[in-house]
C-alpha cells in the first residue's frame, strides 16, 4: 500500500500512537517517536517494555498519526517486521530527528530493535475535505 500525498505530510509529526495486541488480547496503545521511510514507518523499540514483546509474540498492528489540529489522521494496519539494532545505528537516526541519545533511555543489558511497519493497509480521514 501507498501512502497518499493528501496526507503524507502527516508522517513529519513527531508522535504516533502504535497498537498492539498484549497478552490478553485486549489492545495496548504507546505514544512514539518515529521516522518514515517512503511508504513504511520506522521504530527503535526498547526489547524489555511490553510493546515490543506484544510485537514479537504477534506482529500485528497499526499506527495512527493525527495532524495538528487532529482534524486529520493516517492510519497504517499492517505486520511489524524486527531486525535488531545492536549497534544503535537506526536508534541514533531518531535520536538526531528528536535531539535525544536513546542510549540515555535504556538500561544496562537492555536491547534495540528496529520496527518496520509496512502498512497493509492505509486509512485516511480529514474532516476538512469538503465533498
Not at 500512537?17 to 497478552?23: A, C, D, E, H, R
Request: net charge neutral; with cysteine; aromatic share 6%.
Amino acid at each position: 500500500m501507498t501512502i497518499p500525498d493528501s496526507h503524507r505530510d502527516l508522517l513529519d509529526t513527531q508522535v504516533g500512537v502504535l497498537g498492539t495486541i498484549g497478552p490478553s488480547g485486549r489492545p495496548q496503545l504507546s505514544a512514539l517517536w518515529f521516522l518514515a521511510e517512503g511508504d513504511t514507518v520506522k521504530l527503535s523499540l526498547n526489547t524489555s517494555r511490553q510493546k515490543t514483546k506484544n510485537l514479537i509474540a504477534n506482529p500485528k498492528c497499526s499506527l495512527i498519526i493525527t495532524g495538528n489540529p487532529p482534524s486529520r489522521y493516517i492510519e497504517l494496519r499492517g505486520d511489524a517486521e524486527i531486525e535488531p539494532d545492536d549497534n544503535y545505528e537506526f536508534a541514533d537516526k531518531v535520536g538526531a530527528k528528536y535531539g535525544a541519545d536513546l542510549r540515555n533511555m535504556d538500561k544496562p543489558g537492555d536491547k534495540r530493535v528496529v520496527v518496520t511497519i509496512r502498512p497493509a493497509r492505509v486509512i485516511t480521514w480529514d474532516s476538512t475535505a469538503r465533498s
